[in-house]
């Protein structure tokens, strides 16, 4: 059993600019349970002097309950006080959710001769809200040593060990929630008439969708792994392609639907990419005190493609935000690109100019950026001495599309020093409607406000390479001499910190904005700043 709860509380004083302008005060309790039961059998047979086996039959049950108790008050009596006697109003806040997947599965493991394995396994899943509640999953994996089997192959001061794997798997994703009914509120406190409190109930926002399926995502992967020179250098090297059918998503509808958002199944949606593990021990300490040096790096590169939508519709907002900036599932396009507005072209793709010297605004819904990152590169450096150890972690980012509020507020104010020129004019490049060069002169203010902060959303978009160091640690490790007399069996001290320090590379210079610190929720949407809060630096002592 898993269990935890928490307490909420959120208060708003009397009189604010925004919100709730006669004060509110919530408070609430989630409550969330977890039961999870396994029964399991495993044998293990030598079926010849070669070949051995292993067996694994099980089935498994997982029930997860929540809920969500508390009290919601409205209008405020005497300003800064917060407790439930002090407003006008109180409504209860009661919400249940169960969810239980109980599934069968089975595995086999060969193994011959200590250098070839095969694996296969197979499940079936059940879950309890879904009307199209089942589904079937299976996998398979081969992995080959060549340094057991072939003979001379592995050496000292060579190759050390050589593994290559190849393997398909599969495994479901379930939503939870009840996604595939319609679902309605009570509230026997909707209004007061005449003395007589009035009850209502509210067929709820979202759409049910009786015909939503569970999700469904097969790897295929082929990879190596190898050490040479005494293990002092290793190379891991995996390329995958990632096919997940019937991916769950949340999709907003037109309000006047008389829904706002309804769960749904995109199609497909394709992921190819390349992982590469690289290891070297750069010094190594023929002794226990001496100077040791390691460097870990991990390069990783993938493209997602929208394969088929599975509706009758050029788009879907996954992202949840707007209905004219979010990001999208479209065809033959990235998962999750940005569409929005954008600066109108001419035929041959020329930004337009209006005659005020700003850019003119094209109607329609356009693909402004992609946050994908193109790939990424984590390294780590560790280095030992005696009882000392140092370590720092530096990463880096090339690619994928911001959409940066925090920017355009900067900029668009001159806030920044990147708008410190203010004397000077600027003319945007593009053309005119007749088709001429644009030669228009505007002033900084116009420049800035009307079109790089608050122009077509396209002008919002800016790239996310960001370099970072991501932490930083220094450790100490108390001889076990010192501890012979103590209860301690070791003892060691680290002080670390992370996130020290960044630079976004393509973004306005005077903003220091982190391209990474993004800030809307758990769920589909990437990409998207909407005035956040800065990033955090953590540092702390251990031991």
């Known amino acids: 059993m898993d269990f935890y709860t928490e307490r909420n509380e959120i208060g708003q004083n009397k009189g604010g600019a925004e919100g709730y302008l006669q004060g509110r005060y919530e408070t609430y309790d989630n409550k969330n349970t977890i039961w999870d039961h396994t029964l399991q059998l495993n044998g293990m047979w030598q079926l010849t002097d070669k070949l051995d086996l292993n067996l694994n039959l099980g089935a498994t049950s997982r029930r997860t309950e929540f809920s969500r108790q508390g009290v919601v008050s409205d209008q405020q009596s005497i300003f800064d006080v917060f407790r439930h006697y002090n407003f006008a109003t109180s409504q209860p806040r009661q919400y249940d959710e169960v969810q239980n997947i109980m599934g069968v599965y089975a595995q086999t493991e060969f193994g011959y001769d200590n250098f070839a394995y095969l694996t296969l396994a197979a499940r079936n899943d059940w879950v309890s809200n879904f009307i199209e509640n089942s589904i079937f999953y299976p996998s398979a994996s081969l992995s080959i040593l060549p340094t057991s089997l072939i003979d001379g192959l592995q050496s000292q001061n060579g190759l050390n060990f050589l593994k290559l794997r190849a393997g398909y798997g599969t495994s479901a994703g379930f939503f939870g929630g009840y996604p595939v009914a319609s679902t309605a509120t009570l509230n026997t406190r909707e209004f007061l008439k005449d003395g007589t409190l009035i009850s209502s109930i509210r067929v709820d926002d979202e759409l049910a969708n009786p015909g939503l399926k569970p999700e469904l995502l097969a ?6 792994e190898s050490g040479f020179i005494q293990n002092r250098v290793s190379l891991d090297v995996s390329v995958y392609k990632k096919t997940t059918t019937d991916l769950i998503s949340r999709q907003p509808l037109d309000p006047s639907t008389g829904y706002t958002e309804t769960v749904t199944n995109i199609g497909e949606v394709q992921v190819k990419g ?147 020129d203010r004397v000077s004019t600027f003319i945007l490049p593009g053309v005119k409607a007749d088709g001429s060069v644009n030669d228009i002169q505007i002033n900084n203010s116009d420049y800035y406000f009307s079109n790089v902060a608050f122009g077509p959303s396209e002008l919002q978009v800016y790239d996310g390479s960001t370099i970072r160091l991501r932490e930083v640690s220094l450790g100490y490790s108390v001889p076990s001499k010192a501890l012979d007399r103590t209860p301690f069996g070791s003892l060691s001290f680290t002080l670390s910190g992370q996130n020290l320090w960044f630079k976004g590379l393509n973004v306005p210079e005077g903003t220091n904005f982190d391209p990474e610190n993004l800030g809307v929720g758990v769920g589909n949407a990437l990409g998207f700043d909407f005035i956040n809060s800065p990033g955090s630096v953590k540092i702390w002592y251990v031991y």
């Open 219 to 224: 790897e295929l992967e082929f990879g190596i």
């Open 274 to 420: 390349i992982e590469a593990d690289f290891g070297l021990s750069l010094f190594r300490s023929e002794n226990d005190g001496g100077f040791n040096w390691d460097i870990n790096a991990n390069f990783t590169a993938d493209e997602s493609t929208v394969i088929d939508l599975g509706q009758d519709t050029d788009n879907i907002n996954i992202g949840g935000l707007f209905s004219d900036l979010s990001n999208f599932a479209v065809p033959n396009r990235p998962f999750g690109v940005i569409l929005g507005s954008r600066v109108l072209r001419d035929d041959n793709g020329n930004k337009v100019v209006a005659s005020t010297g700003s850019y003119v605004e094209e109607n329609g819904l356009f693909e402004i950026g992609d946050p994908n990152a193109d790939w990424r590169l984590n390294v780590s450096n560790g280095f030992r001495v005696k009882n000392f150890t140092f370590n720092f972690d530096i990463s880096y980012r090339h690619g994928g599309d911001v959409y940066a509020n925090t920017i355009s507020a900067l900029v668009g104010r001159g806030l920044t020093t990147d708008t410190e």
